[in-house]
């Protein structure tokens, strides 16, 4: 009896060591997976160009999923079909002329039916079609297919073709490509959003020569401006805000935005393009497009600040940007900042004292590359309010070419004790305006105003 205890131990002990290890390996393998996912949304967001991102995606995905070929197919929303905008090799012109409508092949079945499939064997699947092999001479054994969401509405799908190895995909592979489709769907939305803003620009551009219709198109210009600030309708218990935008012409160069990064944390960021009319909208939209794309959990203001000087500097533009970009703890008022040579932000308390936000400025993003932007901490108390402006504000004149100033602009601060964000805000717009007594605005205005009411209610 003593030996079959002994032995049932020796088995007990066995098995528990081989759950250990096959539970340390599926932790190796899931840190790996999350590891790679990370890798890939920081390639799929170093540009809004489209044709850049989708060369980008293509080379990523063959090489994360160990593949020998890929493909990314977009939806043409208006003539309901499946086109590859992007095809390389010696077919790749062939390639690009064909349209796949909504349910043929497996891609078409993938972006029919929203359905993730991984095929072990392409030319016995019923949905198989070999249109696309036959014209690039490229034969398909296995592939993975996964629709390419944001929301409810299809952007396209993603193709792997042929496990190198002459292996077959696994449900780890299709896990993998259906997560990678998230960041993607983020990417190419951005690339989207960017490329009408070029188009729409351009054809500003070419249908400008009379000045009115000049200045009709404008005004569309300046919609689509508007398109890219945050929408009104932000909830949030402990936090109330207020921004407003007030350009000079038709369109402008100041901005400002603001979200969520998580459900304790605010993302919010204000600006001024060192130009103005069509040429800083445009660099506004994509210093904006740009922030959506790389901030992240885990990252901090300066670093964002970093990565966006870094973007623009390479650009061929004498165009440069003030920018503040700040994280405040909605839940606590713990407050992390950078300063990109932007005017310095007050905050004004629940007792109507008026204090600049401390901290070194850096210098504006654009002007060069090796740049350097640090963090800074506050601490928010419950009732107080961060208040950022543009030099429109302080800059404003009167018809004696006199200046509003910062010191007009504390005292409308301090006489504001209390109260919501909407009101002050109004009152500083109202306050320069009359200071300017009719005097043209030449520069833009930005405003943005938030409170932090903290969790005493």
């Known amino acids: 009896m003593e030996l079959i205890g002994l032995v049932a131990l020796c088995l007990l002990l066995g098995l528990l060591v081989a759950a250990g290890a096959y539970e340390y390996s599926a932790t190796r393998r899931q840190l790996k997976r999350h590891t790679l996912l990370v890798e890939v949304s920081m390639k799929l967001n170093s540009t809004i160009k489209k044709r850049e991102l989708l060369q980008i995606m293509m080379s990523t995905l063959t090489k994360v999923m160990h593949a020998e070929g890929s493909s990314i197919i977009l939806l043409d929303k208006q ?10 090799g010696e077919k790749g012109e062939q390639v690009k002329q064909i349209r796949l409508p909504m349910g043929e092949g497996i891609a078409g079945w993938v972006a029919l039916n929203r359905q993730s499939v991984v095929i072990d064997d392409v030319k016995s699947d019923p949905r198989w079609s070999n249109r696309v092999a036959t014209k690039t001479e490229f034969p398909t054994r296995n592939m993975m297919c996964v629709p390419v969401l944001s929301g409810n509405e299809l952007i396209g799908v993603l193709q792997v073709i042929n ?3 002459k292996t077959k995909f696994t449900t780890g592979d299709l896990k993998l490509l259906e997560m990678i489709a998230s960041p993607a769907a983020i990417a190419l939305e951005n690339a989207h959003l960017y490329e009408a803003l070029e188009q729409s620009i351009q054809t500003l551009k070419e249908t400008t020569a009379i000045k009115e219709r000049m200045e009709s198109e404008l005004k569309i210009a300046r919609d689509i401006q508007i398109s890219f600030l945050p929408k009104a309708g932000y909830t949030n218990p402990t936090i109330e805000l207020r921004g407003v935008l007030k350009p000079a012409r038709e369109v402008g160069g100041d901005f400002y935005n603001f979200f969520d990064l998580d459900q304790d944390l605010l993302f919010f960021t204000l600006g001024d393009i060192s130009d103005k009319g069509i040429h800083a909208a445009m660099f506004m939209a994509a210093t904006l497009t740009l922030i959506k794309g790389k901030i992240r959990v885990g990252m901090t203001p300066a670093e964002l600040l970093h990565e966006l000087n870094l973007e623009v500097s390479g650009d061929d533009s004498s165009m440069f940007a003030t920018i503040f970009c700040g994280i405040l703890n909605t839940r606590t008022g713990e407050l992390v900042y950078s300063n990109g040579g932007h005017c310095t932000p007050y905050i004004l308390t629940s007792d109507a004292r008026v204090e600049k ?6 210098i504006p993003i654009g002007v060069m590359e090796e740049s350097v932007y640090n963090d800074h901490h506050a601490q928010i108390e419950p009732g107080s309010t961060i208040v950022l402006y543009t030099d429109g504000i302080i800059e404003a004149e009167d018809a ?10 504390i005292r409308e601060l301090e006489a504001r004790q209390g109260g919501s964000v909407g009101p002050l805000v109004d009152a500083i717009l109202r306050q320069v305006e009359l200071f300017a007594n009719g005097a043209d605005q030449f520069d833009d205005i930005a405003v943005l105003a938030i409170q932090f009411k903290g969790n005493a209610g």
């Open 79 to 88: 003539r309901h079909d499946l086109y590859f905008e992007i095809a390389i």
């Open 163 to 165: 496990k190198k190895r």
């Open 357 to 362: 936000l401390p901290g070194k400025g850096g």
């Open 400 to 409: 004696q070419h006199r200046q509003f100033g910062n010191e007009r602009l």
